[in-house]
């Protein structure tokens, strides 16, 4: 059985010293061990901006994307081999910009992967621009007299969209951080975990500490119930969206590959998908 080792290669990242990708790095390995996987069972497919070199970090299958277009290429890798396990990761630019629609419509579809958004609520590769997370007034170099737009609430609108399985945790915390990977990929459906990753370089505002100061832990809520969907909502309108640890989560709905009428159980790389001259030569007369 594989254990944590056997996910780390030999590629040293080059984020910046106290970047949160780090450990987001850490608990994506962790929870593939603890879960049984073997590497050549996880693909994890990125986007672009630092969050997006994690494909290259990790021992398994790795794929770098364009900007944006990470959960496209995810969901056609798990429609054509179904028994791969495929977690998708990149950051709130990534995935609520330029990607927003493909996040939106993978919600909707509850295909059966994992997204994991590393949310610095900046663009950090880019040298610090504001995001669709930037708060209403942050001040950045692109932005000197502070954005004007409302900062984007990603997980009520996954809720909104029909999300499955909706989770967020804080880079710091490390064990539930890994625990809800564990459980977003034993998810039967579209898994999204939004993670507060600092950017310890151009982010001054939302710091380590500031998250400390502001995070309210699901744990520490009477009575909460992750299967109420309207209570999910309502406890994330009322921490302003910075509620940690498992929010919601529906079991009854069927994954997007069970719904798909004639969709074999054999993944299709494992399929012969050669066809005779005879029904080639058919398919040719239908068209005439």
Known sequence: MATLKDFRNNVKPNWCPGCG?????????RAAANVGLEPEQLAVVS???CSGRISG???AY????THGRSLPIAQGLKMANRDL???TAGGDGDGFAIGMGHTIHAIRRNIDITYIVMDNQIYGLTKGQPSPRSAEGFKTKGAPHGAIETALAPLELALAAGATFVAQSFSSNLKQLTSLIEQAINHKG???INVFSPCVTFNKINTYDWFKENIVDIDGLPDYDPSNRALAMM???ETNGMLTGLIYQDTSKKSYAEMVTGFREEPLAHQDIKISEDDFAKLLAEFK
């Open 85 to 87: 396990t495929v977690v």
């Open 57 to 59: 970090y990790i021992n």
């Open 47 to 49: 986007g672009i901006g």
């Open 235 to 237: 406890k994330l309108m």
């Open 62 to 65: 790795g794929f770098h994307g």
């Open 21 to 29: 990708d780090f450990s987001v790095q850490a608990s994506i390995q």
């Open 190 to 192: 579209f898994s999204f």
